[in-house]
């Protein structure tokens, strides 16, 4: 949560979603001061819920799928490569056979 705002720093998105963890009114008005939609459900605890946009939320679940599955390549999930331009060949190779169905034998 307290380095929130510095991975935003280079970035120009247009929404930024993220888990109930990253629910605060400071970081939601550093997004708005960027232009951008915060897509971040209220805590419980929360007085006045904000609201949020429930079906963008939902895709949330679908790159952390993705990126789990990408875990499975050890390349990949230890960083194996040396230089950016491997690594990043490895994770699009990675990223492939997961969208291929290409299953990993973890024995």
Known sequence: MTRAAELLANHQPKTVIADKGYDSDELVATIKDRRATAVIP?????????KYDRAKYKHRNLIER?????KHYRRVATRYEKTARNY???VH????LVMLGVTVNTA
Request: hydrophobic share 40%; charged share 25%; proline share 10%.
């Open 66 to 70: 993705f990126v789990n599955r990408l």
């Open 88 to 90: 990043l060949s490895m």
């Open 93 to 96: 190779l990675a990223a492939s």
């Open 42 to 50: 209220p805590r419980s605890n929360r007085q006045e819920p904000r």
